[in-house]
């Protein structure tokens, strides 16, 4: 009995260290990073948001100034473009001062 109890605390404290511990010494995610094992529950939500949002809030499309879907789509463009714009200055493409 003694270590049945033992083994229901230790067992789920070992699994959260370990993904703690994982979670740390990623280097994908800033947010998992910062806030290991409560970040989990942030991307979950995420990804159950559009099912929450179309019982609790409005839909994807009808939000201001921006709709979720622009707003997904700026976020995700940006480091692209700036990764273009970068690789097209060091060719000396973009250079627009007068020689």
Known sequence: MKWSKAL???LPAA???AVAVHDMT???H???RNFPVVGHARYALEKLGP???QYIVSADDAERP????QRRY???SGPAVEA???GCAEAGALQNTPP
Request: glycine fraction near 4%.
């Open 15 to 17: 699994v959260l260290a």
């Open 8 to 10: 229901t605390v230790s």
């Open 26 to 28: 990623q280097k994908r």
């Open 51 to 53: 099912e929450l949002r």
């Open 66 to 69: 921006f709709s979720r879907d």
């Open 84 to 86: 273009l714009n970068r």
């Open 30 to 32: 800033a947010v998992l």
């Open 74 to 76: 700026g976020a995700l």
